[in-house]
């Protein structure tokens, strides 16, 4: 099975992009309404909090890599290795995905609100990134701020005995190649590398794109 293609031990975990123009103050403002009504939703519940949003989370990269591949064929240029790297991204969201619904199980009227946020967000930002590919690619980057905010969090409550250090599922051992003995925990470090790792490539993408 295919790993997300980083190295952990150069991850910067906290770092926050700088808003420097109007789009950037744009991007940022989206993200933080974002955020303020996931944690009305959501609350505590960091597990349900995980699985819902890696349904959304998995839908930038495609979109994105569908955009760029489009732009290739119809300029008649090189994607310049952004096409894997965003499809790349959208695999390994998905694989989040998979791992968290090992550990909890959602409801029902979450379910269904996946499936109505699912068709809107991806209508939505298909336009919008055809429209304005910089700032689609800094609001990923700082959705993928909040999500290292958010996994780190969940971390600090299994270290604390808030949230069980469940075993990690066996998907999640051989995606991460982590030892047969792995707990939650080291899953949810994992996760959070991966989601800094997004963090860097989609602010990096928005700056190269100004």
Known sequence: MKKY????????????HIPICISDWFALGITKFMRYWADIFFAHRYDHRAVVLETIAALPGMIGGTHQHLCSLRRMISDRGWINTLLDEAENERMHLMTFINVTRITLFERMLVRIVQVVFYSAFFVFYFLF???????????????????????????????????????AIEYWHLPPNARLRDVIIEVRADEAGHRDVNHGFADELA
């Open 5 to 16: 293609d980083r190295q952990a031990d150069t991850i910067q975990i906290n770092k926050h």
């Open 133 to 171: 590919p910089k700032t689609a690619h800094r609001i990923i980057g700082y959705f993928e701020e909040e999500a290292v905010y958010s996994y780190t969090e969940y971390l600090a409550g299994v270290e604390n005995g808030v949230f069980s250090n469940v075993p990690a599922p066996q998907i």
